[in-house]
C-alpha cells in the first residue's frame, strides 16, 4: 500500500458546522440484519469507508444482491435466515476486527465452511475471545497460533444456546454470540462485566427480532435472545459517528477561540464516554436539537475552546469511549495537570497497541505521557519538540488524533502510514481543512 504522509503545522482554530461520515458499529450491523432479513432493506447514511464496505463485499461473496453505497445509499435483498451461499474465495476483513468477529458468529450457524482473513493489524489481533463461545456452540474453527487470523469456520445448522459470561467487556463478542444465537436451538444469555455499545440489539428490534436486555447490578448487563426466528426488511437511517466526531471534539475543544457544531451524531448512550469524559475535563459541549432517527438517539454537538484539567477517568466510562482514547490521550496532554487511565488494557489489541503507540508519539512531541499495563498517565502541558516523525502503526484513530495534537503543537509533524484513515473517515482531511486544521496529505 502506499504511504500517505499527513504533514500537519502548528496552530490553527476551527470554526463552522460539519457533517462527519455514518457511523460504522450501526453500518456494518445494518448489512448483516440486512442481508439475513426476509424483504429489500434500504439504508441512508451508510459510512463508505474500507471497514463497513470490507462487510457489504463478504455479504456479497455470499450471494446476497447489493447495490450501492451511492452517496450512502445502500439497498440489500435479504436472502433469510438460511439464505446465504458458500463463498467460492476467502473472506478478506480488511483492517476490520468489528467484520471479523461479528461475521464469525453468523457463519457459525451456517451449513458451509469458510475462512475469514485479514490486514496485517488485524491477523494480529485476537480472536480466541469468539473463538470459545462459538465453539461451545458447536462451530468448528481453526485458526492460527493463539487465536490468531486467519479463521476457518465449518458452521453448524445445529448450534446449541448457550449461557455466556463475557471474560471482558466487549461489544464485538456480544454480538458474535447473540448473532450466532440466532441460529441456535433455545435461549442464548450473554452478561457483559459492564455495559458496551447496544446497537446490535437495538437493530435486531427494528428488523422485528426479539431480544431482551436487563441490569444484574451496577455494572453487569445481561441480552437474551431465543434462536430460530426471522428478521423482516426496514429502512435504516445511519447517524454520523461520534467515534468520528471525537476529533473534532477534542479539537475545538484545546483550539483556543474555536466554535464548531458537530451535525446529527449519535449519542446512544453507550456511546457517549467521550462527552461525558471531555465535560469532567471542563470542555464547554451543548447537546442541541436532541432527536430520535431509526431507534439511535441523535443531536448536533456544539464545542467552543475551554481550558480542560487533567482528570482520574472513571473505569465504568472506559467501555463506552474505547475508540476515543487516541484523541482523549491528546486531550489531556493540552489539559493543565495530570490525567490518569486505568482498566483500558482492551486499548492493546486494537488495529495497534494504542496505549504504546500514543504513548510514543505524545513523547515525540514533547508531552509527559507514561504508559501503563492498562492505561496511560499523562502529565499536560506545552508541546516542545521542533520537529516530530509519527508512524500510525496501521492505525486510523493514530493518524486522525496526531492530527489534532498538531493544533498544540510548535513544529510540524509528519505522520506516516495514514491511507488507513479511509477505513472510518473517507474525506477526514479536506473536512478537517473546511473548519480550519492545516493537514495536508501527500505521497511519500
Ligand atoms: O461492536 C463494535 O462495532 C465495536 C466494538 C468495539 O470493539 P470491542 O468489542 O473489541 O471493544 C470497538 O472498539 C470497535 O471499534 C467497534
Ligand atoms: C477498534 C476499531 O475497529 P475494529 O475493532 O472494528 O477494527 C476502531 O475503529 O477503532
Not at 475552546?305 to 469511549?321: C, K, R, S
Not at 499523562?378 to 493518524?399: F, P, V
Request: some cysteine; overall charge negative; proline content about 5%.
Amino acid at each position: 500500500m502506499k504511504n500517505i504522509r499527513f504533514i500537519v503545522q502548528p496552530g490553527g482554530k476551527l470554526s463552522g458546522r460539519i457533517r462527519v461520515p455514518g457511523d460504522k458499529s450501526i453500518s456494518h450491523r445494518s448489512i448483516m440484519l440486512g442481508s439475513l432479513a426476509e424483504g429489500v432493506t434500504e439504508v441512508t447514511g451508510f459510512l463508505e469507508g474500507e471497514d463497513a464496505l470490507a462487510t457489504l463485499k463478504a455479504f456479497q461473496s455470499m450471494g446476497v444482491s447489493i447495490s450501492g453505497p451511492n452517496q450512502g445509499k445502500v439497498i440489500i435483498q435479504g436472502v433469510g435466515m438460511k439464505g446465504l451461499k458458500q463463498p467460492k474465495e476467502a473472506l478478506n476483513m480488511g483492517n476490520s476486527g468489528t467484520s471479523m468477529r461479528l461475521l464469525s458468529g453468523i457463519v457459525a450457524g451456517q451449513d458451509f465452511t469458510c475462512t475469514l482473513t485479514g490486514d496485517a493489524s488485524l491477523s494480529k489481533r485476537p480472536m480466541k475471545r469468539v473463538i470459545d463461545p462459538l465453539t461451545q456452540m458447536g462451530a468448528q474453527i481453526t485458526s492460527q497460533d493463539k487465536g490468531l487470523p486467519p479463521l476457518t469456520i465449518e458452521g453448524s445448522s445445529q448450534l446449541k444456546a448457550i449461557d455466556y459470561n463475557l471474560p471482558m467487556a466487549s461489544a464485538q463478542v456480544k454480538s458474535c454470540v447473540l448473532l450466532a444465537g440466532l441460529y441456535a436451538e433455545g435461549e442464548t444469555r450473554v452478561v457483559e462485566p459492564a455495559p458496551t455499545r447496544d446497537h446490535t440489539e437495538r437493530m435486531l428490534r427494528g428488523f422485528g427480532y426479539e431480544v431482551t436486555s436487563r441490569k444484574l447490578d451496577d455494572l453487569a448487563t445481561e441480552a437474551r435472545i431465543t434462536g430460530g426466528g426471522k428478521l423482516t426488511a426496514t429502512q435504516i437511517d445511519v447517524p454520523s459517528d461520534i467515534s468520528s466526531a471525537a476529533f473534532f471534539m477534542v479539537a475545538a475543544s484545546i483550539a483556543p477561540g474555536s466554535d464548531l457544531v458537530i451535525e446529527h451524531v449519535g449519542i446512544n448512550p453507550t456511546r457517549t464516554g467521550i462527552i461525558d469524559i471531555l465535560k469532567l475535563m471542563g470542555a464547554d459541549i451543548l447537546l442541541e436539537n436532541e432527536r430520535e432517527v431509526g431507534g439511535e438517539p441523535v443531536a448536533d454537538i456544539h464545542v467552543r475552546a475551554a481550558q480542560l484539567e487533567g482528570v482520574v477517568i472513571p473505569e465504568h466510562l472506559v467501555p463506552l469511549a474505547i475508540d476515543e482514547f487516541p484523541v482523549l490521550f491528546v486531550a489531556a496532554s493540552a489539559a493543565q495537570g495530570q490525567t490518569v487511565l486505568t482498566g483500558a488494557e482492551e486499548l492493546r489489541v486494537k488495529e495497534s497497541d494504542r496505549i504504546q503507540v500514543m504513548a510514543d508519539a505524545l513523547q515525540a512531541v514533547g508531552i509527559d505521557a507514561q504508559p501503563t499495563p492498562d492505561g496511560m498517565i499523562i502529565t499536560g502541558g506545552e508541546q516542545q519538540a521542533q520537529s516530530a516523525a509519527i508512524i500510525s502503526h496501521h492505525d486510523h484513530r493514530i493518524s486522525m488524533a496526531m492530527t489534532v495534537a498538531g493544533l498544540r503543537a510548535v513544529a510540524p509533524i509528519a505522520i506516516d502510514d495514514c491511507a488507513n484513515v479511509n477505513t472510518s473517515f473517507p474525506g477526514f482531511v479536506s473536512l478537517a481543512q473546511s473548519v480550519g486544521l492545516m493537514v495536508t496529505a501527500e505521497e511519500a
